[in-house]
């Protein structure tokens, strides 16, 4: 196995692009060296993204984030900024794995690698994030919905990667949120994991609403009938009973040891609920 | 074969490896610091904990070709001139380990831990350490040994 580590984009896809090569990108590891170890893959060549400085660094500016897809784990979560304005995609990169896999796992590795029960990607089409794509063909804007699409599988096309995630700031009374559960405390992959981003107006109703499942399908799913029934109206007990209900319409699971499918339908809407909850008190600066 | 220049353990440190191999076989094979431990080998058990430019990782998740101009931090740095760092000696006192297999990891996470916060809650330990596992000791003297090391740190009696 060839290993590459690229000093900019430009030779990085290059390195990716190259034909009759079995090529991997590498971020944080935690998932490729893995899957390396156990011979589900075998690649020809690894090229590492970690030293190009578009995918290591976060930058704030008036528009918003913009995190490098190599970012780990725990560089968010020490982001003042970043937790202060997306408390809940903090929260969801921190619950993957432990101490360690903070050191390196990062959010463009989780997207890309595709499980349905990846943690970050509800959060991150909650938070309406845009991924910045890069490959032989230039620069392109991808909804990070897009990316996923099936599990293990992507919509990127040969020689592309996600470069970075281009996130807006906080808006004035709005708040987002993700929750998961998992048969223990730590460390488990996620039974169910939903995330939700809201904006109230003057009148504490709901203008504005994304709603992200994962766990309950073969990719994370956008679920506007989730969020439609909260559009316009207060979130009270009646909204959300909407919504909850939504949510369990959307959700099509597996059969797994870490549940039924039974059970992860009813927990889908259980933790849209408590996701909107807690994102609408946030957004009323009820809690951090 | 790749060429790494890394410092560990403090020193200027060359190695030769394959690009395929993990810093865990680097330390373990080329470098004889056998004291960094492989359990599981795909990032569970914590076993192989080493700081990797300031951050606590798996040497079994980090390719040894990604160590080049890397700062790598082993079990094996830890005390210093022969005298035992106050995680080692209260590991010691407090019967915190069994077998052993473990206890390197252990060191590696919570010194790391200590540097960050001397004075952790119960709880902030746990979850600190949830990452490294043993299969002896039920963990409750790990967590004593730390929290004493912690209280000795902060110049508190223990």
Partial sequence: MEYHSARTAEEAIELLTETGMDTRALAGGTDLLAQIRSGRVRPQRVVDLKKIPEFHSIEESESGFQIGASVSGAEIGEHPSLRAHWPGLVEAAELIGSTQIQGRASLGGNVCNASPAADTVPALIAASAICSVIGPGGRREVPVEEIVTGPGQTSLKLGEIVAHFRLSRRLKNSGDAYLRLIPRSEMDIAVVGAGVALTLDEDDLCVACRVGLGAVAPTALLVSEASNALLGRAVNDASLADLEEAARAAARPIDDKRGTRDYRIRVAGVLARRAATLAMKRARGLDK | ?158
Avoid at chain 2, 144 to 158: C, H, I, K
Wanted: aromatic share 4%; charged share 25%.
């Fill in chain 2, 1 to 158: 074969m790749r060429h790494i220049r890394a410092t560990v353990d403090g020193e200027a440190t060359e190695f030769l490896c394959d690009e395929g191999s993990t810093l865990l076989d680097a330390l373990r094979d080329s470098l004889q610091k056998t004291g960094t431990k492989e359990g599981c080998g795909t990032g569970d058990c914590g076993a192989c904990s080493v700081i990797f430019d300031g951050r606590l990782v798996c040497a079994c998740l980090v390719l040894a070709a990604e160590a080049e101009g890397a700062t790598v931090e082993t079990v094996e740095g830890i005390s210093k001139e022969g005298v035992l760092h106050p995680l080692q000696r209260h590991f010691l006192e407090d019967a915190a380990l069994q077998c052993g297999i473990c206890t390197p990891g252990f060191l590696v996470a919570a010194k790391n831990l200590l540097e960050r916060n001397v004075d952790p809650s119960e709880e902030e330990v746990r979850f600190w350490l949830a990452g490294n596992l043993c299969r002896c000791t039920g963990y409750d003297k790990i967590i004593r040994a730390v929290l004493n090391t912690a209280a000795e740190l902060r110049g508190e009696s223990s």
